[in-house]
């Protein structure tokens, strides 16, 4: 069976879920400190993703035996609140200093449009940090994030 | 029950006959022009024609090329037409026409002037047969009843009838003359006839001639129909029930097989019988068994029950390679090493310099390197599939 592994970081009150129930009709399964959603691509294909919450600070140790063995690493931004903005920097930063995987940032939209002002916010599209856009409302967006996280292997 | 073969340009006034004069004394098919109905009777066996077309001229232009059809010329034609002029009239009379039908009409005389047609040419069918018989096929198949009008030397049509499937075959002194199923070829026609063990049929002796079309004479052919038989029995014999439902395997790739192929294992999305296969083709049955079989023998088909307990294996290895079990190690090692107090945590919230991580104690508890790997994996596959999705 050929599986990849996906962390999907982001606050607990934003949409990231979404990320995977526009593309499956399965359930996530709850675990204490994680969620987990299998996209089953074929008989002998599949992505596992692992939904953390940013604020569950409690389970990062949990972090370390996920982030490292994933292919991309998914943060979703919402700068429409700063209070939860201010911390997916702090946990860029923090994933940055701690991992090598890279970083997929998506921008969540703001008042339903597509941010541009991503970079501006304090972000640099350095080596291993990418920005994207996540709309939860759109598959086609979440194709795009996957097909990303795929491509520079 | 008699079956018409409506002819007209007109599909609407097809749909508003079907829908106000098919009854339980006749059914109607449709045919745009005389090649369509040409088409039609290759697939059904019709008791007569209704043809319908203002335009008498036209009309007797049609009614002169069914004459010249040898598929058309013994059928009795019902006319509809708006012709009022007698000269007219009578060359459609003379063309050929069993009776005519003056249009406008109104629903109720058109009824009544249909159950006079129909019942007239059930008397003509009757006066025609100077003796018939009737029985079913768990009695008499087809090869005791080939044999049986071989041995009398007798003349007439047997017409077999299976579900809602109808074949006829053409004696003339015993001898078979022509076979008719579907559009199967005259032999092959009487293979697919000969595998007939249930149904009906009926024999009407007709003081009639009937020039052979088929070459091979009865004893060759009830030979080879053993033949025949035998082999298919021996196909069957290698294969699920022919009643029983056979679905898809997961693991076949229907997009990677041959077009030919991929239509054949089409039918079976969603579960479908080898008997429902058989009747859905019209070709020669053992050309199809044989690629059931191959099928079967490459597991691209399986039995509901096979298939069900497949998919719960294969649901159970995804759980065995995934995460039910990495985790239930995972939350037992931290109920068991580590708590909230014994783990230092980094976390990008903590003031003061980073500590690291006692992973070390998880590790040795957990004995966990990763869940999976990314080494090896067919990321092209992956994106093929996701781009599909």
Partial sequence: MNILEVPVIGSRKNDKEKLFTLLSDRAIRKFEGLDVGFLQLSSNLGI????????????????????PHAIGCIVICDLSNSEIFAKNVKVIQYLEQRYQTPLHICALPVHG????????????????REFQYF?????????????KIINPV | MTDGLIITSNR????EFNLNFASELTNFEYAQSLQSAKEAQEWELFDYLLIIEQNATDLQSILQNLQQSPEFKKLPVLCCTSA???TQREMLWKTGAKDIIYLPVSKEEFRLQLQSFLHSISVVEKDQQVMGMQGKLEDYNLLDLMQTLDQNKKTGILTMYH???????????????????????KLAAIYKLVTWLEGDFTISFVDEEYEPKIEQDNQQILLECIQ?????????????????????????????MESESANYLRFFQGGQTIAGFLSAFDQDELKLLEIVKEFCDKQNLMTRDFFDSYRTEQEREVEEVGFKSVFKKLFRGKEGSTDKGQVKKESPTMKGPAVEHEKSS??????????FTTENVDLPLFKEKIEKI
Avoid: H
């Fill in chain 1, 135 to 147: 709309n939860p409302k759109s598959k086609d967006t979440v194709k795009k994030i996957l097909l």
């Fill in chain 2, 12 to 15: 609407t006034l097809f749909d």
């Fill in chain 1, 113 to 128: 449009l597509e941010p541009t002002i991503l970079k501006t916010k304090g972000f640099n599209e350095t080596q291993g």
């Fill in chain 2, 362 to 371: 998880i590790d040795k508890d957990l004995k966990y390197d990763r869940l």
């Fill in chain 2, 84 to 86: 009022t002029d007698w």
């Fill in chain 2, 228 to 256: 025949y038989i035998d082999r298919r029995n021996k196909l069957i014999d290698n294969l699920p029930d022919l009643n029983e439902s056979l679905l898809i395997s997961p693991e076949t790739d229907i997009v990677q």
């Fill in chain 2, 163 to 185: 579900s809602r499937d109808e074949g006829r075959i053409w004696f003339m002194n015993g001898r078979i003359c022509e076979a008719k199923f579907r559009t199967f070829e």
């Fill in chain 1, 48 to 67: 596992y993703f692992y939904f953390l919450n940013q604020e569950n600070e409690e389970y990062y140790y949990l972090w370390d035996l996920i982030i």
